[in-house]
């Protein structure tokens, strides 16, 4: 079975432009979040939807953006993009919310 | 909020010996998750190991295993019989069962490396 899938695997972004990150769950899955990683730093939360349905937001500003679709695959976008932003993307799917979560390799975006 | 708090920035071992990675954590909620991840140089994170806070039990899994001490909020993981291949920065995680469902709290990481 394919694990969580994510592209691109890399990017890179000048500041001001937008992104859109997409991620595909493990089949059966219908939870996915997004984590934001910097270097040297843990995960930090951004959303998570579930059932299509945003079930949780962390403390990010309003340039991020996400949304699941029908499928369950889910695309983060970030508008008006600042050199912070520069990062590793993780999305994790679960098949319910109070199961543990599946990682997948991660984008990293460069903001130049 | 929930913290989760890895006091170790680096950790070594020597190859088939034990090593543990402390953490901590700050809730007040009764009923949660407590994860052990491990992230290697490819970037993935992978599940080590998982604990549910209303079971008593250390978990193990083969050469990992737990010490969980709920009135502490303690949560170090102990490798044993250390492989080449445990080498990787491994993170502690915390999910509430509660209003924070859903959502993983991450520790700072700590990084191991397994000398030969």
Redesign the interface.
């Known amino acids: 079975d394919a694990g969580v899938t994510q592209s691109p695997t890399h990017l890179i972004k000048t500041r001001g432009q937008h992104v859109t990150l997409r991620c595909s769950p493990i089949s059966g899955h219908k939870s996915v979040s997004w984590y934001q990683q910097v270097l040297g730093q843990g995960p930090q939360f951004i959303f998570q939807y579930y059932e299509k349905e945003e079930r949780g937001r962390g403390n990010f500003p309003d340039r991020f953006s996400a949304r699941q679709f029908p499928n369950y695959s889910s695309e983060l976008n970030v508008n008006a993009l600042l050199l912070g932003d520069s990062a590793l993307y993780l999305c994790a799917s679960s098949p319910k919310e109070s199961y543990g979560y599946t990682f997948g390799s991660g984008t990293r975006l460069t903001v130049v | 909020a929930q913290t ?1 708090t890895q006091s170790q920035p680096e950790m070594s071992v020597q190859e088939a010996e034990t090593v543990t990675l402390s953490c901590t954590y700050d809730t007040s909620e009764s009923d949660y ?1 407590l ?1 052990w ?1 491990k992230q290697p140089p ?6 080590v190991i ?1 604990q549910e806070a209303y079971k008593q039990q250390n978990a193990t899994e083969n050469r990992f295993s737990v010490n969980f001490q709920k009135a502490a909020k303690s949560f170090s993981l102990k490798i044993s019989d250390s492989q080449l291949g445990d080498a990787a920065m491994y ?1 502690c ?1 915390y ?1 509430g ?1 509660g209003s ?10 700590t990084q191991l490396t397994v000398w030969p």
Do not use: E, P
């Open positions: 989760v998750y994860f991840y490819s970037r993935q994170m992978i599940l998982r993170f995680a999910k069962r924070t469902l859903g959502r993983l709290y991450f520790g700072r990481g």
